[in-house]
């Protein structure tokens, strides 16, 4: 399945084409794969070169470690997520290794690791739905996460699942319109809230 | 001039040829290849589809626009960022529109949104460098920003400058090593510093 951009000015394919599934079809992603889009995360840009971002990996390969993990989704997440072969956390290291200072951009910078991972998974034919329904203190728990660590999101990464073999529910929300606001929403140029000509 | 990062796994050319120059070419970028890099923002994924983002732009056609987004980067980056072609400012509007809660994702999608307008920029020969050193003050003053919108970054496109005509600091900058931790640095499984296999 695919899910297009709806666009009103043209973009690269590789950023049309990305969408977040809710339904993933029953298939195994190589390691290999994954060490590609990892890889992509690893080279986003940072504020002072910090790279503020981490993952916590778990396939479904490795039964205990992906339980583990699904459950630090909140339920409404857990009951499509299981369905996915990989899931992931995004963290953030949310003080400054040079100095021990807050950064503001921990998570910020995050996000720019986990986009660029999300296009290297539509370059490879798979997609990532990123999810803010985590359980952060679970995780912490679980994890055994340091002072200064945040976990962020969590992301589901697979091959989108063909409509007609998946759950009728999930099957309904995949194919439910994309929708963004128009450019002169969030597009300024002399002031807040003036579209930028 | 190109500066592909040193892969230890292969991503698309998209992403390994994504960087952050400090030297610019003296040419413009038309205003619809700037349309279609804020495309590309436009269609990130964000926490409940909330598209957090939003874009003050400046060309360098428009002197009074430029000059001002201009002085609202910290000094340091106004000396190589006054050679850029267009410059922009990246906000977040922290407060969730549905409820106005506090969005604790806005910061991370808004750096989705960019990562992917940089994506879009490399994929049409322009580069994006990403700066936190801005004066959140002085953008908040002279764009008339209303409660609940902050300013997180500056950007600055262009396309690449040719070293030989760069001034000397800029291309010596721009010829620096890519610089980044490795995977087991930040790829994770049964816990918080065990590396993912």
């Known amino acids: 399945m695919s899910k297009p951009a709806i666009l009103d000015h043209p973009v690269h394919a590789l950023i049309a084409e ?3 599934p809710v339904g993933f079809a029953n298939r195994s992603v190589p390691p290999a794969e994954l060490r590609s889009l990892l890889e992509a995360a690893r080279w986003a840009p940072s504020a002072y070169n910090e790279q503020p971002w981490a993952y916590i990996v778990a396939t ?3 039964p205990e470690a992906f339980a583990q993990l699904l459950g ?3 339920p409404g997440n857990q009951t499509w997520a299981r369905r996915a072969p ?4 995004g963290l ?3 003080r400054l290794a040079r100095n021990d200072k807050p950064n503001r951009h921990a998570l910020h910078d995050l996000g720019q690791a986990s986009a660029l991972l999300s296009v290297e998974a539509t370059a490879r034919g798979l997609q990532v739905h990123q999810m803010g329904g985590i359980l952060p203190g679970a995780i ?3 994890y055994d996460l340091p002072q200064g660590v945040e976990a962020v999101t969590a992301l589901a990464v697979g091959y989108p699942g063909d409509p007609d073999t ?3 529910a999930l099957a309904a929300r995949d194919a439910s ?3 963004r606001a128009p450019q002169r929403a969030f597009v300024f140029g002399a002031a807040w809230g003036k579209s930028w000509e």
Chains 1, 2 share one sequence.
């Open 18 to 20: 990305r969408w977040s």
């Open 60 to 62: 479904r390969e490795e």
């Open 72 to 74: 630090c989704l909140v």
């Open 86 to 89: 990989v899931l992931m956390i």
């Open 92 to 94: 953030a290291r949310t």
């Open 140 to 142: 912490a728990s679980a």
């Open 166 to 168: 998946l759950p009728d």
């Open 177 to 179: 319109p994309r929708d």
